[in-house]
């Protein structure tokens, strides 16, 4: 992902992408659910991937301050997620 996109997510911030890897590796569980947050809400689905995974969106989803719409769609996503898992084991 080059930088314009993560200034799509953080566009009122400086932030570097080494900088915003290292947060998701190593800031507190709210920098961290704030940075997936962002992420989610402003990158297009294809780009999130880059930074997160489907295990962390699972983890901080009780944490994520979303709009109702995208929280409710990430919902869903998630429980289908969790469906195929179940299935394939």
Do not use: C
């Not at 800031?27 to 809400?41: F, H, N, P, S």
């Amino acid at each position: 992902m080059q930088q314009a996109s993560i200034k799509q997510a953080f566009w009122d911030y400086n932030f570097t992408e080494r900088q915003l890897v290292q947060k998701l590796a190593k800031g507190t569980k709210e920098e961290k659910a704030w940075i997936i947050g962002r992420i989610l809400e402003n990158l297009p689905f294809n780009s999130i991937w880059k930074y997160i995974t489907p295990v962390q969106i699972k983890d901080f989803f009780p944490y994520l301050h979303l709009r109702p719409k995208l929280k409710q769609i990430w919902s869903y996503t998630l429980s289908l997620w969790d469906k195929y898992e179940k299935a394939s084991h």
